[in-house]
């Protein structure tokens, strides 16, 4: 009990409680790292030997990407010792293991696996997650064992990697090896303000907080720094040997605190002075944050699910660690069949120039389990005035963008035919309900139950309605919820079409009002048939303004980026702006 409750209340001294994903908290930005290199020339003579130790417990669903990264790794596996072990395991977690250690063992100078099937939990547990004293004590131990048979076959550095930890640089080993420290992490990141360094630790070597932490973690200071505790993932050179002293298990003689590996390790790298450090030059990944004892596996894959999905958005989609290795067998949720989510269809629009925003969602919606149908969408630089005669198009004449002042872009256009087309698509195919997404979306945590949730709100309250966002811009903070709902509220102005539901009859109502002759940008359109556009002025173009609009509250997805964001583009705003007499020529904004 003791040693679960130092766990959490680790976590729940950075900022507040961060146990499950922050809803604000975006992994930081890797991008002014992220220009592709080759590793670091070693400066060794001799290439050094590398043990990776490896515990896998209840990580079915996350093995198949260690493994795809350990496959990935530019360091030469002949000279590379993967060490793994396994036990108390609720799922498949042993047969995946043994599955690619016989497909791998070729690649490597030696895998070394010893696991054990039974038992599957530990007597003092209350779950799968759950940080009890005889978990804490084995984990120790067997962490003391790797330190112990690294030692003995004379290898250089001792690599602990946990199965839940998502590492994605292949020059990884090259980096920590290159910066000569006798203990050093790779700094991984997830959705909280958790990570896997301390930046201080009290007199009884607890975490402290320090003012050094947030810089470090956010990357507003890059580099190597000296840290009191690194865990999860970190190297120990053993040519150094200052360090036949550090120790995981027994407790030493002096240390009065809890079984805890972190501290143990700690405590005997401080006993000795040997500095530990982390490196933050380069992205070298992220891991799932901790949960609370009661959590369960499915949750665990929830956290998991989600923290890939915010990787994705700042980084690509086919690169460590969705490289999964191709020597396992498809997991269980790998066989997960996707689904509409009880939709009729959902439609996701993508510009066939923007292939990264492509792969993106397509991967996102994978891991999702989503089913669905890429639309390309109406690429406003390939339109011109005679496209505009032909579909009877004709700008409001009193329209001018609330913001710049000018009139409607190219690219405004072209989205808005985009949605247009569907409308017109979920007309001729009956389609009851739909589900449209833009592809600069990101989703918020457990997605997929949400979503469902809210579904199930509807048919509770009984709700007639046309359009649900579930992303928007909110332009004020005065709405009101729907009586008797806690997730569904009625929309005031708003901005953007990242992600709606629409009914057949709503998307009839937004046909027959024919826009096309008095067009203003799609977010601006909807609210008008909503009534709920301020411009009286543009409402007056419009005489039937009764669809019936909601949103889901709080919002389901959020744009992947801000404006003034790195990696910020709109496509709309960023094209040219048509005349005001409709004439031929373009403006470059």
Request: aromatic share 10%; glycine share 4%; charged share 25%.
């Amino acid at each position: 009990m003791a040693s679960t409750l130092y766990r959490l209340l680790l976590v729940c001294s950075f900022l507040s409680c961060v146990i499950v994903a922050d809803p604000d908290r975006k992994l930081p930005s890797w991008t002014h790292l992220q220009d592709v290199r080759e590793c670091a020339t070693d400066t060794h003579e001799i290439t050094p030997t590398v043990m990776v130790a490896l515990l896998a417990r209840n990580a079915e669903a996350l093995l198949p990407y260690t493994f795809g990264f350990l496959e990935a790794m530019l360091y030469p596996k002949t000279k590379m010792v993967v060490w793994i072990r396994s036990d108390h395991n609720e799922d498949r977690t042993i047969d995946v293991v043994k599955e690619w250690v016989d497909n791998a063992s070729p690649l490597y100078h030696d895998i070394d696996l010893k696991y054990t099937p039974k038992p599957t939990t530990f007597t003092d547990s209350d779950g799968p997650m759950a940080w009890s004293y005889d978990r804490l004590s084995n984990v120790a131990l067997l962490r003391q064992q790797a330190l112990e048979d690294a030692r003995r076959r004379r290898i250089d550095y001792l690599l602990y990697v946990d199965a839940d930890n998502m590492l994605v640089n292949p020059c990884m080993i090259h980096d920590l090896i290159n910066e000569r420290k006798a203990i050093i992490a790779p700094m991984l990141v997830t959705t909280s303000s958790y990570s896997n360094f301390w930046g201080a630790v009290d007199e009884n070597g607890y975490y402290k907080r320090a003012d050094d932490y947030f810089p470090t973690l956010l990357l507003e200071r890059v580099g190597c720094f000296p840290v009191p505790v690194v865990h999860s993932t970190f190297m120990i050179d053993l040519t150094n040997p200052v360090s036949n002293s550090l120790a995981f298990h027994p407790r030493p003689i002096r240390y009065t605190g809890t079984i805890d590996d972190v501290l143990i390790f700690a405590f005997t790298a401080s006993s000795i002075a040997l500095p530990m450090h982390i490196l933050n030059k380069d992205v070298y990944g992220y891991l799932t944050p901790p949960l609370t004892d009661s959590s369960t596996l499915a949750e665990f894959i929830k956290q998991f699910t989600y923290l890939k999905l915010e990787a994705m958005v700042e980084g690509p989609p086919h690169s460590p660690p969705f490289i999964r290795t191709t020597k396992v067998s498809p997991t269980r949720l790998d066989q997960i069949v996707p689904d509409k989510l009880g939709m009729d269809e959902i439609y996701l629009i993508n510009l066939e120039k923007r292939s990264d925003r492509k792969d993106r969602m397509l991967a996102s919606l994978e891991e999702l389990r989503v089913d669905t149908k890429l639309v390309p969408a109406v690429h406003g630089d390939d339109l011109d005035m005679e496209y505009l005669e032909r579909e009877g198009i004709r700008e409001m004449p009193s329209f001018q963008d609330p913001h710049s002042k000018r009139t409607m872009t190219w690219g405004e256009i072209g989205c808005f035919m985009s949605h247009y087309g569907l409308w017109q698509e979920i007309v001729d195919r009956n389609l009851n309900i739909s589900l449209i997404l833009e592809d600069d979306l990101r989703f918020e945590f457990d997605f997929r139950t949400r979503f469902q949730e809210i579904q199930q709100e509807l048919k509770k309250l009984e709700l007639d309605w046309d359009l649900l966002y579930i992303g928007r811009k909110i332009l004020s903070t005065d709405e009101k919820l729907v009586p008797g709902s806690s997730k569904i509220a009625m929309p005031s102005y708003t901005y953007w079409t990242l992600g709606y539901m629409i009914t057949l009859n709503g998307a009839q109502k937004l046909i027959d009002a024919e826009p096309l002759s008095k067009l203003v940008p799609v977010d601006e359109y909807i609210p008008i048939m909503f009534n709920k556009h301020p411009r009286a002025d543009w409402n007056m173009f419009y005489d039937q303004r009764d669809l019936k609009a909601f949103t889901v509250h709080p919002l389901l997805v959020y744009p992947t980026h801000y404006t003034g964001e790195t990696n910020y583009f709109s496509d709309t705003e960023t094209s040219y702006i048509i005349k005001s007499d409709m004439s031929q020529s373009r403006v470059e904004l």
